[in-house]
């Protein structure tokens, strides 16, 4: 599995970003996705996750009410819309996918040692 993720960059707090993360080589549909971020000196922290069917998300709390993940398996790309932006989301964003298997239509994981594929990462800078 390929992954490239976009649409980081610099705002404002308060202000908004949309990432999106393109995959490859599997069967999109088929497993499901995560959102993980890496802040300068922190260790990489759970962010989102969508299930296969997109039918079921899950947040850090830190997120949630500000944060949505979607999915769209016909161009086999994810979503993470950012809204409300703080200073303290900064960070760089990565994608991820987890190895072959048969996923249940509604799992996720929010452990980031069950994804085997990560994306190369998009920064997102938010400005007090």
């Known amino acids: 599995v390929q992954l490239q993720a976009s649409g980081g960059g610099l705002v404002q707090a308060g202000g908004s970003l949309r990432l999106s993360c393109a995959a490859s080589?599997?069967?999109?549909?088929?497993?499901?996705m995560g959102w993980f971020r890496q802040a300068p000196g922190k260790e990489r922290a759970f962010v989102a996750a969508?299930?296969?069917?997109?039918?079921?998300?899950h947040y850090a709390d830190s997120v949630k009410g500000r944060f949505t993940c979607s999915r769209d398996n016909a161009k086999n790309t994810v979503y993470l819309e950012m809204n409300s932006l703080k200073p303290e989301d900064t960070a760089v964003y990565y994608c991820?996918?987890?190895?072959?298997?048969?996923?249940?239509?509604?799992?996720?994981?929010?452990?980031?040692?069950?994804?085997?594929?990560w994306g190369q990462g998009t920064q997102v800078t938010v400005s007090s």
């Open positions: 080589g599997r069967t999109f549909s088929s497993y499901p």
């Open positions: 969508i299930s296969r069917s997109a039918d079921t998300t």
């Open positions: 991820a996918a987890p190895q072959g298997g048969d996923y249940g239509r509604s799992y996720t994981s929010t452990d980031a040692s069950s994804y085997e594929y």
